[in-house]
T-cell receptor, first 114, second 113 residues
Framework: DAGVTQSPTHLIKTRGQHVTLRCSPI?????VSWYQQVLGQGPQFIFQ???????GRGNFPDRFSARQFPNYSSELNVNALLLGDSALYLC?????????????FGPGTRLTVL | AQSVTQLGSHVSVSEGALVLLRCNYS??????LFWYVQYPNQGLQLLLK??????LVKGINGFEAEFKKSETSFHLTKPSAHMSDAAEYFC???????????FGAGTQVVVTP
């Protein structure tokens, strides 16, 4: 079975631009979470979606938004990009949204903001 | 609020030696605890998790961890390091709220011949 997939793999943007990152969960998984991993740090929680509803939000500005589609895939949108948004963005899927459910991570999208 | 502290950003071990990675957490409720491994240019892979029950948890690749509530610790060990264990390791904690994982800063493990 295919794991969590993310696209694109790498992305280069300039300050002020907008970016959309995409994630497809493992088949049968209904929950998707997004994390930002800055170089040298652990992943930071951005959002969790379950059954197309936002279930959790981390401490990120409103420039960050996300949504989940009927097929459970998800998009993360970031507006007005800043240099500090450069990071690896990880998507994780789980069967359900509860904290005891194992999260399976995708390979990530490397975003570079110039 | 919950938080995770991983002691030591870099650990160097000899092949065949004990691997010990330290993780301390804080949580206002009984936590769920996880260890993940990340190889270069890859996502995170679950090594093991503690939810309830037995406090000694065995995971993949010979790793195990022990939940010690009195010490608020969840240290990861492997009796004998292998070259393939070279990677970055993350401890994470989650409470009963919806899926919000708090990760530590990570520990980079280097294995020397």
């Amino acid at each position: 079975d295919a794991g969590v997939t993310q696209s694109p793999t790498h992305l280069i943007k300039t300050r002020g631009q907008h970016v959309t990152l995409r994630c497809s969960p493992i088949s049968g998984h209904k929950s998707v979470s997004w994390y930002q991993q800055v170089l040298g740090q652990g992943p930071q929680f951005i959002f969790q979606y379950y059954e197309k509803e936002e279930r959790g939000r981390g401490n990120f500005p409103d420039r960050f938004s996300a949504r989940q589609f009927p097929n459970y895939s998800s998009e993360l949108n970031v507006n007005a990009l800043l240099l500090g948004d450069s990071a690896l963005y990880l998507c994780a899927s789980s069967l359900a949204g509860g904290s005891g459910n194992e999260q399976f991570f995708g390979p990530g999208t490397r975003l570079t903001v110039l | 609020a919950q938080s995770v502290t991983q002691l030591g950003s870099h650990v160097s071990v000899s092949e065949g030696a004990l691997v010990l990675l330290r993780c301390n957490y804080s949580s206002s409720v009984p936590p769920y605890l996880f260890w993940y491994v990340q190889y270069p240019n890859q996502g995170l892979q679950l090594l093991l998790k503690y939810t309830t029950g037995a406090t000694l948890v065995k995971g993949i690749n010979g790793f195990e961890a022990e939940f010690k509530k009195s010490e608020t610790s969840f240290h990861l060990t492997k009796p004998s390091a292998h070259m393939s264990d070279a990677a970055e390791y993350f401890c994470a904690v989650s409470d009963y709220s919806w899926g919000k994982f708090q990760f530590g800063a990570g520990t980079q493990v280097v294995v020397t011949p």
